[in-house]
């Protein structure tokens, strides 16, 4: 009975929404992904689910040299995928031209992290929920 209550929480969690899989705080994995991963995506991302009903949820990117940026997020279907928009509307310096940008990912979330392709089909960057 206990194995089938973990297993059902298992399934349960596999099956959540790309919206509730991605609040949290995720850090980059250096050792997953490609070489360039590092100087492409930031250090850790972090996003908030909205406060209310009506209310846009927000992230916060922050990188190796201590830039950042943040704003809201959303998701859009965009053809048969389920793509993660983001909408700075604050920054450090070096990523003042992004504010009152849309910016659209690659971003995939699934088993507890996000994942964004690099040099090739197979290999993803990849930033993996800090407990």
């Given amino acids: 009975m ?6 059902s929480l298992v399934f349960l969690m596999a099956c959540a929404p790309d919206q509730e899989q991605i609040v949290g705080r995720f ?11 590092e100087t492409r995506g930031p250090l850790w ?8 009903a009506g209310v846009i949820p927000r992230y916060h990117f922050r990188f190796d040299d201590g830039q950042r940026h943040g704003g809201t997020y959303q998701f ?3 053809d048969t995928n389920l793509t993660l928009s983001l909408f700075p509307d604050s920054s ?8 009152g940008q849309a910016l659209y990912t690659e971003y995939t979330i699934r088993a ?3 994942r964004e392709p690099c ?6 960057c990849k930033w993996e929920r800090a407990e």
């Fill in 2 to 7: 206990r194995l089938m209550g973990i297993f």
């Fill in 112 to 114: 507890n992290a996000v």
């Fill in 92 to 99: 450090s310096v070096l990523y003042s031209d992004l504010v």
């Fill in 119 to 124: 040099e090739g089909l197979f290999r993803n």
């Fill in 45 to 52: 991302m972090e996003f908030n689910a909205a406060e209310s």
């Fill in 76 to 78: 859009m279907q965009v």
């Fill in 27 to 37: 850090e980059r994995n250096p050792t997953a992904g490609c070489q360039s991963c």
